[in-house]
């Protein structure tokens, strides 16, 4: 049987020590049960530890690109650039039936002639559409034309779209019947697995002494630090609670404009409940942080399915999620939901203080069933080697 080389573009490289399309790398590498597939992996070599050329890491040959720093268009350059490795590898090792899968929607105005060239090679072009990456606050107008347009002619000339999400999934469908795009839905996956840590650790006791952080007794939010995560509501709602709780938020904080506007909007410095505590990188840390928090607060409306979202659940007992289809249909009933109308985050930070012990495991029992029976990463592998392998 002749080997499935499948060639992947668009995450910033393996060992993964960046984002969600780093992490999905990663384990569908690392988790591999296929002797019949082989994953060829672009690696940023500005971001990469093994300068060579290629290396192998988890069984797939990693290949370095290299890209100059051109601000935001960086991301393009490097996307093209892969994809021309990987068509020339292809060419030149007469490759049979290859696969180039696309994470995200940035070639878009490039990738009709690779196609054509993946055609005639004999081989396919996957792409996983993201979330609505034209939506994002940060983007100017320009850049979200650009990005809707890039998503359009993505889905034009993909052979496969693998939404992660069944919302995007059929917004794909519908924003862009005309093509008839041949989708299908593979989720993000994710583990319940408990921290290995326990209180009397120095890394642990350091971190909760450091920010003075009692267990159970604070509110979390682990989330990128953008507009469309909703800092706002869920900073203005907590504010006006009578919670005696902390609100710990673990971002990537920059003192920068959004962060000065809202602290302008909100005056969260005048509340010394809301503590914002930089990132945590030890992710055995991270899973105590989860496990010990109280509830967690999830305000993302942009998107798939939300990898910090499916390890709250996996972790977390009480969820607390922006009524949204993308959270909605993750957490179903191993949440409560929350709207952006004025008071509702905060009457539900009451309801929730008032829970019994017994309701809490409820909803901890019922969060950790959705993650096992839907999103548990060996299931997930399975349903990608099955397409990869056709």
């Not at 979200?144 to 359009?152: P, T, V």
Request: net charge positive.
């Amino acid at each position: 049987m002749t080997t499935k080389n499948v060639f992947i573009v668009g995450a910033k490289g393996i060992p993964a020590k960046y984002g969600g399309y780093e992490s999905f790398v990663e384990q569908l590498t690392a988790r591999k049960v296929s002797d019949n597939i082989h994953y060829f992996v672009a690696c940023r070599e500005d971001l990469s530890d093994n300068k060579n050329d290629t290396f192998i890491h988890n069984g797939a040959t990693c290949f370095n690109v290299r890209v100059p720093n051109v601000g935001p268009a960086r991301a393009i350059f490097y996307d093209i650039k892969a994809i021309k490795w990987s068509i020339d590898y292809i060419k030149k090792n007469n490759v049979e039936k290859p696969i180039i899968y696309v994470l995200a929607c940035r070639v878009g105005p490039f990738i009709g002639k690779y196609k054509k060239e993946i055609s005639k090679l004999g081989g396919k072009l996957f792409v996983n559409p993201d979330g609505h990456e034209w939506l994002r606050a940060k983007w100017s107008k320009p850049v979200r034309e650009y990005w809707k347009k890039s998503e359009q002619l993505m889905v034009k000339h993909a052979d496969l779209l693998i939404c992660d999400s069944k919302n995007i999934e059929q917004y794909i469908q519908t924003e862009y019947k005309k093509y008839n795009p041949n989708t299908m839905y593979i989720s993000y996956g994710s583990d319940i697995a408990r921290s290995n840590l326990e209180m009397d650790d120095v890394t642990v006791n350091e971190w909760y002494s450091t920010h003075n952080i009692k267990l159970n007794g604070y509110y979390l939010i682990v989330g990128r630090f953008v507009p469309e995560n909703n800092y706002e509501t869920m900073i203005r709602e907590f504010m006006k609670s009578k919670t005696g709780k902390d609100l710990v938020i673990i971002s990537n904080v920059e003192k920068n404009k959004f962060y000065s506007e809202l602290e302008k909007k909100t005056n969260f410095k005048s509340d010394e409940r809301v503590k914002f505590v930089g990132t945590v990188y030890n992710s055995e840390l991270l899973k105590f942080i989860r496990e010990n928090a109280f509830a967690y607060f999830h305000g993302h409306e942009v998107g798939g399915t939300n990898p910090s979202l499916l390890e709250a659940l996996g972790s977390t007992k009480v969820n607390l999620l922006l009524n949204v289809g993308f959270n909605k249909e993750v957490a179903e009933n191993g949440a409560l939901y929350w709207e952006k109308s004025k008071d509702s985050l905060c009457n539900l930070i009451s309801c929730t203080e008032e829970l019994s012990e017994a309701e809490r495991d409820q909803l901890d029992k019922n969060s950790n069933l959705r993650i096992i029976n839907h999103f548990d990463w060996s299931y997930i592998i399975k349903q990608y080697e099955k397409v990869m392998d056709k």
